[in-house]
C-alpha cells in the first residue's frame, strides 16, 4: 500500500536550491538519493499551513516517512517532537522562522535520511544578526543535510561524528569563518558545499571519498598543503573542485598533487598573476580548466599532455600568445581567449589542436592574423574576432579548407571588402558583420 496525502517531490527543488556552478551532472548526486523511494511510504505535507511550533510528539505514527513542513511561521521545536514517528526518512524544515537553538536541536533520530533546513530562520536571521549552533544529537542513518541560508557563523559538535553515514553536506550562503570539519564530517561523505561564506582556511580529515568541493565566494588568499589555508591535500577522489570569486593570489606547484582524477577546476576570478608550470602537472585527467577574470599576464606552458576539452582565460592581461603554447592540449574543443589584451598571435600558436571546435579571441587589440596560422585548426566551426582592430578580411588570413560555418566580426573597423578575397573563404561560411543580425553568407556569393 502506499498513502500519499501530498506528494513531497513537488518542492524538492525549492528545498535544495544551491547556487552551484559546477556542471548540471554533479546535482544528480543527490538527486538519485532524493528519488528513492519504498512501497509502503506515507507522505504528509503541512507547506504553507500557518504552523507556528512543534510541540513534543506532535504526530504519532510508524508508517510516515516523508514530512514537509516548509513555508510556515515555525519558531520553535520542542526536544523529541518526531521521536513519534521512529521510520521518518525525509524531513523538510525550510523557509521558517526558527530560533538558533532549535536548529538540529529536535532529538536523536534513528532512521532520518534526508534533513533539508534552507532559510529555516527566516527573517529572524536578519534581526538576530550571525549566530552558532550546537550539533549534541546523533543523526547515525543521515546522508543528506542542507542549511543553506541560516546567517551560521560557526557549529560546534559536542558528539564526535554525529553523522556518520552523511553523503552530502550543504552549508552555502552563511557567515561561517571557522569550523572544525574532523569533528563534523563522515567519511562517507562525497559532496561539500560551501560557497557564500567567509571561510579563510579549510582543514579537513581524510574524506576518501569527497567528490565535489564548492568553495566559491569565500575569503582563501591561496592554495597550498598547509592546514593553515586552502588545502585539499589527500582528496584522492576529488572530481569537481570550485574555489571562484576568492581572493587567490598564488598556488604552489604541488597543491593539486594528490587530486590526479580531477575533471574540472574553477579558479576564476580571483587575483593570479602567474602560474608555476608545475601546478597542473599531476592533472592528467582534467577535462574544463576555468582561468577567467583574473590578472594572468600569460598562460603557462604545460609540461605533459593533458585532456583539457574546455579551458577558460578570458577577462585577463595576456598580450601575445607564444608558439605552440598549446600544443600539449591535443583534445581542446573550446578555448576562450576574449577580453584580453592580446595584440600578437605567433603562426604556430595553436599547433595541435586538430580537435577544436570553437576560439574567442573577441575583446582583444588584434589588427592582423598570420599567414598560416589556422593550419592545424581542422575542426574549428566557430571564431569570434569581434572588437578587434581588423580593417580588412585579408587580415583574417583564413584558409579555404577550414571546416568554418560562424565567423564573428562585429566592432571591427572595417574599410572596404575585397570581393576577389570572397574565393579564399570556405564555400558555407557565414560572416556576422554587425549586432548579430546583419551578416553576409559567402557560399552563396552575397553582400
Known amino acids: 500500500m502506499k498513502l500519499t496525502i501530498t506528494l513531497i517531490f513537488t518542492v524538492i527543488s525549492a528545498c535544495w536550491s544551491t547556487a552551484i556552478q559546477f556542471p548540471t551532472y554533479t546535482s544528480e548526486l543527490y538527486q538519485n538519493l532524493v528519488s528513492k523511494s519504498e512501497n509502503n511510504d506515507i507522505t504528509l505535507n503541512f507547506s504553507n499551513s500557518v504552523i ?38 525525509q524531513l523538510y524544515l525550510s523557509n521558517n522562522r ?36 550546537t550539533i549534541s544529537d546523533k543523526y547515525p542513518s543521515l546522508k543528506i543535510l542542507s542549511l543553506s541560508k541560516n546567517d551560521i557563523e560557526s557549529i560546534h559538535v559536542t558528539n564526535y561524528n554525529p553523522f556518520p553515514k552523511l553523503e552530502i553536506l550543504d552549508l552555502s550562503e552563511n557567515y561561517l569563518w571557522s569550523i572544525n570539519f574532523n569533528n563534523l ?40 598543503r598547509s592546514m593553515y589555508s586552502l588545502s585539499i591535500a589527500g582528496l584522492k577522489s576529488l572530481l569537481y573542485f570550485s574555489v571562484s570569486n576568492n581572493r587567490i593570489n598564488s598556488i604552489d606547484s604541488s597543491a593539486f598533487r594528490d587530486n590526479n582524477d580531477l575533471l574540472y577546476l574553477n579558479l576564476s576570478r580571483n587575483v593570479l598573476s602567474s602560474l608555476y608550470p608545475e601546478v597542473f602537472l599531476n592533472l592528467p585527467n582534467l577535462e574544463v580548466l576555468d582561468l577567467s577574470e583574473n590578472i594572468l599576464y600569460s598562460f603557462p606552458r604545460i609540461l605533459k599532455e593533458m585532456q583539457i576539452t574546455i579551458l577558460y582565460l578570458y577577462g585577463n592581461y595576456i598580450k601575445e600568445l607564444t608558439p605552440q603554447i ?3 592540449m591535443p583534445k581542446l574543443k573550446k578555448l576562450l581567449l576574449g577580453d584580453n589584451k592580446i595584440l600578437e598571435i605567433d603562426v604556430s600558436s595553436f599547433n595541435g589542436l586538430s580537435s577544436l571546435e570553437e576560439l574567442d ?60 578575397y570572397f574565393e579564399n573563404l570556405p564555400q558555407n561560411l557565414t560572416i556576422n558583420l554587425m549586432n548579430n543580425s546583419s551578416f553576409t553568407k559567402w557560399g552563396e556569393r552575397t553582400v
Open 185 to 224: 564530517l563522515s567519511n562517507n561523505l562525497y559532496f561539500l558545499d560551501l560557497h557564500n561564506n567567509s571561510l579563510d582556511s579549510f582543514s579537513h580529515n581524510q574524506l576518501d571519498k569527497l567528490i565535489t568541493l564548492n568553495l566559491d565566494n569565500n575569503k582563501f588568499d591561496y592554495i597550498t
Open 326 to 328: 598549446f600544443e600539449n
Open 361 to 420: 579571441l573577441s575583446k582583444n587589440k588584434l589588427y592582423f592574423l598570420p599567414e598560416g596560422w589556422t593550419k592545424s585548426l581542422v575542426s574549428l566551426k566557430y571564431l569570434d574576432l569581434s572588437n578587434n582592430q581588423f580593417a580588412s578580411l585579408e587580415s583574417l588570413s583564413l584558409m579555404n579548407n577550414l571546416s568554418l560555418t560562424e565567423v564573428y566580426l562585429m566592432m571591427n573597423p572595417l574599410e572596404y571588402l575585397n570581393v576577389s
Open 98 to 133: 526558527l530560533n538558533s537553538r532549535s536548529i538540529l536541536n529536535f532529538g536523536d533520530h534513528e532512521e532520518l535520511q534526508i534533513l533539508i533546513l534552507n532559510n529555516a530562520t527566516g527573517e529572524l536571521a536578519h534581526l538576530q544578526q550571525s549566530f552558532y549552533i
Open 52 to 89: 507556528t511550533e512543534i510541540g513534543q510528539n506532535f504526530i504519532s505514527s510508524p508508517l510516515i516517512t516523508y514530512l514537509n513542513l516548509t513555508e510556515n511561521y515555525i519558531t520553535n521545536i520542542d526536544r523529541g517532537a518526531f521521536d513519534k514517528l521512529p521510520n521518518l526518512k
